[in-house]
């Protein structure tokens, strides 16, 4: 049961945080500038002058389409497949993805399959909380989204058994490790199921967005994602899922490398159609990428230097979460092991008042909705707070507003 906050007591300490006048940013989950320079040694990988690839190609012209062999070879450790069903396209895993969703609607997902402009209706299965990036880009194709909540082990998967009974249910887009933004990761049951459910759909796809595959917190208690391809595979439907990532938030946001991978056919299927798009992305930065982590061990050394910088700023977090507003029966969050985000779930009704009364006193959040379908939370209770881009001191500061903004809302909600 919830506490009753005096109104009169919590808005008198809200005032006094809001008189600072503060400037604070934590709307995005974006690396810090201690964080990406751990990757400026990258940057000099070509002052010997030797811009050739293993299989003797000067980077710096056009070639190697389907990504330099260091690359698909890097990125096959990453999503333990063959490196001939990788593909390593530009800096933007979420363009790769976004082009392959489109390239079903104009091409098919597969040889032999309708185009799905053809389909009176598109619908995609999407786990919520989930990334408002796939939400803004699923709804400007016109697809319609499918909220399902997603539980401690993964999405509700007796409700997507359900749905992909809909012959118009094509797809779904999630993110399967320390989920943005809840931080939970897929079970090995959930990744089962996944790969084993009848659809009505025969070219119902999985868009695998495993974006923080690499990115634990700490080393001795981490979260483990079962491979999806494999568990595919293994019931006939090696074809289902297409998984992607990106080093993105390993080296530089702005200038990093990225893959998807899939079954032969999927990935035969996908170069014979952007091969030109292929052809003249950077193999400079491929090259200079895998000459800095060249396999998946290196990668997981460098990880661990972000994840010195991060682990403080997550666990400050928490702290003061717990020291504010635990015990109070007003709010709940999840504690992660990886990734970007903390889930905060406030009272119902409460989630647009905290961020509106945090933008007051100067600090901006992500808004309330982002991790839903069309920026509507149903309960209007999910915040996604993000850590990672303020200084321990700022992060500290926009803390105190936070909390104070949530017990703001909850006394209102009482009174």
């Given at each position: 049961?919830?506490a009753?906050?005096?109104?009169?007591?919590?808005?008198?300490?809200?005032?006094?945080?809001?008189?600072r006048?503060?400037?604070?940013?934590?709307?995005?989950?974006k690396?810090?500038?201690?964080?990406?320079?751990?990757?400026?040694?990258?940057?000099?990988?070509f002052?010997?002058?030797?811009?050739?690839?293993?299989?003797?190609?000067?980077?710096?012209?056009?070639?190697?389409?389907?990504?330099?062999?260091?690359?698909?070879?890097?990125?096959?450790?990453?999503?333990?497949?063959?490196a001939e069903?990788?593909?390593?396209?530009?800096?933007?895993?979420?363009?790769?993805?976004?082009?392959?969703?489109?390239?079903?609607?104009?091409n098919?997902?597969?040889?032999?399959?309708?185009?799905?402009?053809?389909?009176?209706?598109?619908?995609?299965?999407?786990?919520?909380?989930?990334?408002?990036?796939?939400f803004?880009f699923?709804?400007?194709?016109?697809i319609?989204?499918?909220?399902?909540n997603?539980?401690?082990?993964?999405?509700?998967?007796?409700?997507?058994e359900?749905?992909?009974?809909?012959?118009?249910?094509?797809?779904?887009?999630?993110?399967?490790?320390?989920?943005?933004?809840?931080?939970?990761t897929?079970?090995?049951?959930?990744v089962?199921r996944?790969?084993?459910?009848?659809?009505?759909?025969?070219?119902?796809?999985?868009?695998?967005?495993?974006?923080?595959?690499?990115h634990?917190?700490?080393?001795?208690?981490?979260?483990?994602?079962?491979?999806?391809?494999?568990?595919?595979?293994?019931?006939g439907?090696e074809?289902?899922?297409l998984?992607?990532?990106?080093?993105?938030?390993?080296?530089?946001?702005?200038?990093?490398?990225?893959?998807?991978?899939?079954?032969?056919?999927?990935?035969?299927?996908?170069?014979?159609?952007?091969?030109?798009?292929?052809?003249?992305?950077?193999?400079?930065?491929q090259?200079?990428?895998?000459?800095?982590l060249?396999?998946?061990?290196?990668?997981?050394?460098?990880?661990r230097?972000?994840?010195?910088?991060?682990r403080?700023?997550?666990?400050?977090v928490?702290e003061?979460?717990?020291?504010?507003?635990?015990?109070l029966?007003?709010?709940?969050?999840?504690t992660?092991?990886?990734?970007?985000?903390?889930c905060?779930?406030?009272?119902?009704?409460c989630?647009?008042?905290i961020?509106?009364?945090?933008?007051?006193?100067?600090?901006?959040l992500?808004?309330?909705?982002?991790?839903f379908?069309?920026?509507?939370?149903?309960?209007?209770?999910?915040i996604?707070?993000?850590?990672?881009?303020?200084?321990l001191?700022?992060?500290?500061?926009?803390?105190?507003?936070?909390?104070?903004?949530?017990?703001?809302?909850?006394?209102?909600?009482?009174?």
């Amino acid at each position: 049961m919830a506490a009753k906050l005096s109104l009169s007591e919590v808005r008198r300490e809200y005032d006094v945080l809001k008189e600072r006048g503060m400037h604070l940013d934590m709307s995005r989950g974006k690396p810090s500038e201690a964080q990406l320079d751990l990757s400026n040694p990258m940057l000099r990988v070509f002052d010997d002058g030797n811009f050739v690839s293993e299989n003797g190609m000067d980077v710096r012209n056009y070639g190697e389409f389907k990504g330099i062999p260091e690359a698909r070879r890097l990125f096959a450790e990453i999503f333990d497949v063959p490196a001939e069903q990788v593909l390593v396209g530009g800096n933007s895993s979420v363009n790769m993805i976004s082009d392959s969703i489109k390239r079903c609607f104009l091409n098919g997902a597969m040889p032999g399959f309708v185009p799905w402009t053809k389909y009176g209706c598109v619908k995609f299965i999407c786990p919520v909380p989930g990334y408002d990036w796939h939400f803004h880009f699923l709804d400007t194709m016109g697809i319609e989204m499918l909220s399902v909540n997603t539980l401690a082990d993964g999405p509700d998967m007796d409700e997507i058994e359900r749905l992909v009974k809909d012959p118009d249910v094509h797809g779904m887009i999630c993110v399967p490790m320390y989920s943005n933004p809840t931080g939970i990761t897929y079970s090995d049951e959930t990744v089962r199921r996944l790969a084993a459910m009848e659809t009505a759909a025969p070219d119902f796809r999985i868009f695998w967005d495993n974006a923080y595959c690499m990115h634990h917190l700490y080393d001795d208690d981490r979260d483990t994602l079962a491979n999806v391809y494999t568990e595919c595979k293994k019931y006939g439907h090696e074809d289902r899922v297409l998984m992607f990532t990106s080093t993105s938030k390993m080296t530089y946001a702005g200038g990093g490398i990225c893959a998807m991978a899939g079954s032969l056919a999927n990935i035969n299927f996908a170069a014979g159609l952007i091969r030109y798009q292929l052809v003249t992305y950077d193999k400079v930065n491929q090259l200079r990428h895998t000459r800095f982590l060249p396999n998946k061990g290196a990668i997981a050394a460098h990880m661990r230097k972000h994840a010195d910088i991060l682990r403080p700023k997550f666990e400050l977090v928490l702290e003061r979460l717990e020291k504010e507003l635990g015990g109070l029966g007003i709010a709940k969050w999840v504690t992660p092991k990886g990734g970007y985000f903390i889930c905060f779930e406030a009272m119902n009704g409460c989630a647009k008042r905290i961020v509106a009364l945090c933008e007051e006193a100067g600090v901006k959040l992500t808004p309330a909705g982002a991790p839903f379908p069309h920026g509507i939370d149903p309960n209007d209770s999910v915040i996604r707070i993000a850590p990672s881009y303020p200084p321990l001191e700022e992060l500290a500061q926009a803390l105190e507003v936070f909390t104070a903004a949530v017990k703001v809302a909850a006394a209102e909600k009482q009174a």
